[in-house]
C-alpha cells in the first residue's frame, strides 16, 4: 500500500535525524563537483576509467541488496550512479539507505558503462549536499496541474523538462536580442521604473506614494517617452528590456507584469522598424530554433520574408464590409451588424480598434504588418503624408497575437501638445487609459528630436510564439496570481 505524502513526509524527516545521529551534516556548506552529468554522458571517451565528481538531485532509485542504482539530475542532464557495499563499505552503505528521492548529493567514482551500455559513476563517495523534507511531485511523473505549474513554479522546473527548456529558450531570446542591437549600433540603456507622469501607451498604471517626497509615482506602463528624451540628447539608436506594469485585465496574452523590448533609432521611420522586426525575429528563429517554419497550434508559422502588408483601413472594410471611406456612422452600423456590441458613444478610433481586435487580429496567423492607423488612437505617431487622419504606424501580427508596435515618431512639439491636450480631455472624461500632459517631455521636443523610428516588442509573447506556448503564463517565471487560500 502507497505511503500518504504526510507519511512519506515523516519518514524523510526520520531519516534527517537518523543522518544527525551519525554525525552528518545534512547541509554541508561546500560541494565538490569536477564534472556536469551531460559531460560525462556525451564524453564517454574521454573519461571513461578516469575518477569524476558530480552532484545534482537524485530523481530515482533502485535497490539491489548490497548494491544500489540511482539517477542523479542536474541542470543540464541526467547520469546514472551505482553504488555498492563492496566498494564504499557497510557503514558508509548503511547511510545511503537513508538517502531519498529528491535528495540533493554529490558522488565521486570511476567512469564506465553497465551491462545493459549505460554510462554510470561507480561510486566510491557520496556524501549528502542537501536533505529534502517534502516528495518530488506525482512521484516523479510530472506536475500537470497547469494552476500549480504557474504558482509552484520550482516543482514545474523539477519535475518538467519541457518548462526548462522553455525557460533556458526564454534566457536565449533575450541574449540574441541584445546581441543584433549591438550589432546594428543600439545602446542598452535604463530609464525609471517609478514615475511621476505615466505615459507612451493607453492603459491604466499601478499607484503608489513616495514618502520622503510626498507625491505620487506610478509604475511605468511603457519606457517611450524617456527613451525619447535620450535621441533628444544625442544618443541616436537607444533600446531597453525592462519590465512594464499595466493595471488591467488578464487573460491569456495580458498579465500585469511583462517584459518588453523598447528602442528607437534616429533617421529612420516604421519602413526601418519593420525591416528590424522582421530580420530580428527571423534572426532569432534562425540562431535558436535552426528553422523559421515554427509549430503553432494545428499548423504552422513560416517566417520566411517578405512578411505581408495589410492597411488597417482595408482590413476594417472587409471585415465588416464596408467602403474604404466610411464614415464612422456607417463603421457603427456595420461593426453592429457583424455582432459587435457597442453602445454608440464610441469615436471611429474606438470603433476601429474594436473591429480589429475581434474580427482581423486573430486571423493574422502568418506574419503581418497591420499599418497606417487612425491618428485618434495613435497620440504619438507622425501624420502619414497625404492619408488624411492616418498615421504612420504598424503593429505585427504572427500566430493571431500581436508582438509589436512601432511609430514614425510624432516629433513637432505643438502638435504633440495638441495631441496631449485631446487625451487630457478623454481622461477628464473618465478613461482612465488615456494619456496626461507631459510638459517635461514637451520641453524635450523643443529642443529638437530628429526623425525617429520607435518600436515595442512584447518579449513575452514573442517567447509564446517561439516555444509554441498558448498562454502567457507558461513563458514567465512567476506569474501574477490569486493568493490560494
Do not use: C
Not at 510530472?142 to 518548462?163: C, F, V
Not at 541584445?178 to 499601478?206: D, H, K, M, N
Not at 514637451?442 to 514573442?462: K, N, Y
Amino acid at each position: 500500500m502507497e505511503k500518504s505524502e504526510g507519511g512519506v513526509m515523516a519518514g524523510m524527516r526520520e531519516n534527517l535525524a537518523r543522518l544527525r545521529e551519525r554525525g552528518v551534516d545534512p547541509y554541508p556548506t561546500r560541494a565538490a563537483r569536477t564534472h556536469w552529468t551531460k559531460d560525462v554522458v556525451d564524453g564517454f571517451a574521454a573519461v571513461e576509467g578516469r575518477e569524476v565528481a558530480v552532484a545534482g538531485r537524485l530523481t530515482a532509485i533502485r535497490g539491489h541488496g548490497k548494491a544500489a542504482f540511482a539517477d542523479l539530475e542536474d541542470g543540464r542532464g541526467k547520469l546514472q550512479i551505482y553504488v555498492r557495499e563492496d566498494v564504499v563499505g557497510p557503514e558508509r552503505f548503511a547511510l545511503w539507505r537513508l538517502f531519498d528521492l529528491g535528495d540533493i548529493v554529490g558522488a565521486r567514482g570511476e567512469v564506465m558503462k553497465t551491462r545493459s551500455g549505460e554510462v554510470s559513476v561507480k561510486v566510491v563517495s557520496f556524501e549528502m549536499l542537501a536533505k529534502a523534507l517534502r516528495p518530488l511531485p506525482e512521484k516523479w511523473h510530472g506536475l500537470r496541474d497547469t494552476e500549480q505549474r504557474s504558482r509552484h513554479r520550482y516543482l514545474d522546473l523539477i519535475a518538467n523538462e519541457d518548462s526548462r527548456r522553455v525557460f533556458a529558450l526564454r534566457s536565449a531570446v533575450v541574449s540574441g536580442i541584445r546581441r543584433f542591437l549591438e550589432e546594428r549600433g543600439f545602446l542598452e540603456v535604463e530609464t525609471p521604473i517609478l514615475q511621476p507622469i505615466y505615459g507612451g501607451a493607453f492603459a491604466r498604471p499601478f499607484t503608489t506614494h513616495h514618502y520622503a517626497l510626498d507625491m505620487p509615482l506610478y509604475l511605468r506602463i511603457a519606457d517611450e517617452l524617456y527613451l525619447k528624451r535620450l535621441i533628444v540628447g544625442g544618443f541616436e539608436r537607444v533600446y531597453e528590456i525592462g519590465k512594464d506594469f499595466r493595471n488591467e485585465g488578464m487573460d491569456r496574452t495580458h498579465s500585469p507584469e511583462f517584459t518588453q523590448l523598447e528602442l528607437y533609432q534616429a533617421y529612420s521611420d516604421y519602413e526601418g522598424m519593420m525591416e528590424l522586426t522582421e530580420s530580428m525575429i527571423i534572426r532569432l528563429a534562425d540562431g535558436i530554433l535552426g528553422t523559421r517554419t515554427l509549430p503553432w497550434r494545428d499548423g504552422t508559422i513560416d517566417l520566411s520574408p517578405p512578411w505581408k502588408r495589410l492597411s488597417v483601413t482595408d482590413a476594417v472594410a472587409e471585415a465588416v464590409g464596408v467602403p474604404r471611406a466610411a464614415s464612422r456612422d456607417a463603421l457603427l452600423t456595420a461593426a453592429k451588424a457583424a455582432g459587435l456590441e457597442l453602445d454608440g458613444s464610441e469615436s471611429h478610433g474606438a470603433i476601429v480598434e474594436r473591429i480589429l481586435a475581434d474580427r482581423v487580429e486573430p486571423g493574422l496567423v502568418q506574419p503581418t504588418f497591420l499599418v497606417d492607423y487612425p491618428r485618434e488612437i495613435s497620440p504619438l505617431a507622425k501624420a502619414a503624408p497625404g492619408e488624411g487622419d492616418l498615421v504612420e504606424r504598424f503593429e505585427v501580427f504572427i500566430g493571431g497575437l500581436e508582438l509589436g508596435n512601432s511609430f514614425t515618431e510624432l516629433n513637432d512639439p505643438d502638435e504633440q501638445r495638441r495631441r496631449f491636450e485631446g487625451q487630457q480631455a478623454l481622461r477628464e472624461g473618465g478613461d482612465l487609459e488615456a494619456q496626461g500632459m507631459d510638459e517635461d517631455f514637451l520641453q524635450a521636443l523643443e529642443h529638437g528630436m530628429p526623425p525617429t523610428g520607435g518600436l515595442g516588442i512584447g518579449v513575452d509573447r514573442l517567447v509564446m510564439l517561439l516555444t509554441d506556448s498558448w498562454n502567457i503564463r507558461d513563458v514567465l517565471l512567476f506569474p501574477a496570481m490569486r493568493q490560494e487560500d
